[in-house]
């Protein structure tokens, strides 16, 4: 696995559909072909996030780097869902696992 940003797998993660958590679950789910036993929970979300054994192949392999594009709407309709998701996108990118989290501003 790779420490260099540009030769991790990339996802995006599309949450202009999002409008509350369950939602939100759904999406990340779909984005990274996560298990279907993902607990769409904010703690299986943390998980999910830290553990390459259950991202996608190449992002096993090479890193993630994880493009959130569409989330300024979700995150003005439930600040509250927003704050806990973002922590978790934080707290994910700052752990041993090789994920970057980027939010795309447009």
């Known amino acids: 696995m790779t420490g260099q940003l540009a030769d991790r ?3 995006a993660l599309d949450l202009s559909r999002v409008a509350d958590k369950a939602a939100l ?4 789910a779909a984005a990274l072909a ?4 993902f607990g769409r929970n904010w703690d299986a ?3 999910s996030l830290c553990d390459p054994s ?3 192949t190449a992002a096993a392999d090479r890193g993630l780097l994880l493009v959130v594009t569409g989330w300024a709407p979700y995150a003005h ?3 509250d869902e ?7 996108l934080t707290e994910a990118s700052e752990g041993p696992a ?4 980027a939010l795309a501003l447009g």
């Open 98 to 101: 090789p994920v970057t989290v």
């Open 45 to 47: 979300l943390l998980d």
């Open 34 to 37: 996560l298990p279907d036993w």
């Open 25 to 28: 679950m759904d999406a990340v």
């Open 77 to 79: 309709a439930r600040p």
């Open 82 to 88: 927003w704050r806990v998701a973002h922590e978790i």
């Open 54 to 56: 259950v991202w996608p």
């Open 9 to 11: 797998a990339v996802v």
